[in-house]
T-cell receptor, first 113, second 112 residues
Framework: KAGVTQTPRYLIKTRGQQVTLSCSPI?????VSWYQQTPGQGLQFLFE???????NKGNFPGRFSGRQFSNSRSEMNVSTLELGDSALYLC????????????FGPGTRLTVL | KQEVTQIPAALSVPEGENLVLNCSFT??????LQWFRQDPGKGLTSLLL?????REQTSGRLNASLDKSSGRSTLYIAASQPGDSATYLC???????????FGQGTRLTINP
């Protein structure tokens, strides 16, 4: 069974640009969550999608948005990039929410110059 | 607001030793607790998940315990090997919340 895949793996952008990251969950998984990891703040929850609906959202500005498609693939978008958005963005999938284990992808390393 | 703390931040031990990593959380109303491993520059690998109704889980040389009332979990690694070197993160899922709250991790180095 293929794991969670994220594309692209590495990305370099400049301030003010926007970026879209993609996540393909494990086959059959319907819940996709996104996390941001930085050396200073550690891992922080961005949002969770289940069956194309956003279920939860973390404390991030509105520049961070996401969506989920009918095949459970998810994208997150960051508009008007700032230097502080440089981070490893991790996607996690699970069959459902609640007690199911979350499986993480390898992440997308975003560098904002 | 749930806060998760992991002590120590870093640990270096010789190969073959048994070791314990600690995780504490402030709100005992959790749904489950999960231990992860992260290798440098990589994603997270799930090691063990303990439901709130459980006291411990075991997988190979790993054993995780959960004491919800005191807000603590420990990850026990037996007969450590150099390949165990990584950062270990614990994360809790709160009741009514569908997100994981992570600790800052313990960076473990096993010396041959």
């Amino acid at each position: 069974k293929a794991g969670v895949t994220q594309t692209p793996r590495y990305l370099i952008k400049t301030r003010g640009q926007q970026v879209t990251l993609s996540c393909s969950p494990i086959s059959g998984h319907r819940s996709v969550s996104w996390y941001q990891q930085t050396p200073g703040q550690g891992l922080q929850f961005l949002f969770e999608y289940f069956s194309e609906t956003q279920r939860n959202k973390g404390n991030f500005p509105g520049r961070f948005s996401g969506r989920q498609f009918s095949n459970s693939r998810s994208e997150m978008n960051v508009s008007t990039l700032e230097l502080g958005d440089s981070a490893l963005y991790l996607c996690a999938s699970s069959w459902d929410t609640g007690f199911h284990t979350q499986y993480f992808g390898p992440g997308t390393r975003l560098t904002v110059l | 607001k749930q806060e998760v703390t992991q002590i120590p931040a870093a640990l270096s031990v010789p190969e073959g030793e048994n070791l314990v990593l600690n995780c504490s959380f402030t709100d005992s109303a959790i749904y489950n607790l999960q231990w992860f491993r992260q290798d440098p520059g990589k994603g997270l690998t799930s090691l063990l998940l303990i439901q709130s109704s459980q006291r411990e889980q075991t997988s190979g040389r790993l054993n995780a315990s959960l004491d919800k009332s005191s807000g603590r979990s420990t990850l026990y690694i037996a007969a450590s090997q150099p390949g165990d070197s990584a950062t270990y993160l614990c994360a809790v899922k709160g009741q009514g919340a569908q997100k994981l709250v992570f600790g800052q991790g313990t960076r473990l180095t096993i010396n041959p």
